[in-house]
């Protein structure tokens, strides 16, 4: 967690101020590179012959620091189990990547973390007497559901990939880059919601109340990924 933290207060700092340059950095960047996937708007293309159509950028739940990382890295080095979104960081400069990421968050999704706040504060609190039953109910929900899909794990080596006619990508949850929040609105709304365009992630919260989804994403969080981020 301490890695986590430090990440934090690092992207912090590469994003404290957006000025217009960087922003007309990104526009140029993102209308050379990133339109051809993403689309003008940034919806996605459907001219793109894409087994995994490109993630809708106005629904992301991506923060501004968490877009940065997945531009630098590749959607795959944080779980994604499709290389259709590469590393940039063999293309293009980290002043580069940081204006394409600061464009992207501030013209398609500006308001993204007060939207993960309010979502969030939505679902209420957990009960002091209920928090440490959360690890264990989170297990054997997981192990019930999610584990058919994204493995015993959490590494999308579930046996659901090899037993279904259409394909599907459920992500290496060790790798996630989203926040605890984040991942908590991702199981509850589905991934829909939050920009894909394959129905592989349902929303969840139809069959499960606030406190179960929290606990799932708990012994994600604590047991099965290593915080990288």
Known sequence: MK???????????????????QLELGEKLYKNTCISCHGVNGEGNDDM?????????????????????????????WGAKSDIMPAFKYVFKDYEIRALSSYISEIFNPNIKQTIKKEFLKSGNIIKENISKMLKVGEKVFK???????GIKGEGDGIAIDSLEDSIFPYNLT??????????????YGGHAWGTHKSDMPAWGKKYD?????????????????NKY
């Open 144 to 150: 019930r559901n999610c584990s058919l899909c994204h």
């Open 49 to 77: 012959n894409l087994i995994v159509k490109s993630r809708n950028l106005s629904k992301s739940i991506l923060t501004k620091e968490q877009t940065y990382f997945i531009i630098k890295d590749g959607a795959h080095y």
């Open 175 to 188: 790798k996630t880059i989203l926040s605890t929040q984040q991942m908590f609105l991702y199981v509850k």
């Open 3 to 21: 890695i986590f933290i430090l990440i934090i207060l690092f992207t912090y700092s590469l994003f404290s101020k957006v000025d217009q340059k």
């Open 210 to 226: 606030n406190f179960t989804l929290k606990s799932v994403v708990k012994y994600v969080d604590e047991v099965l990924r290593d």
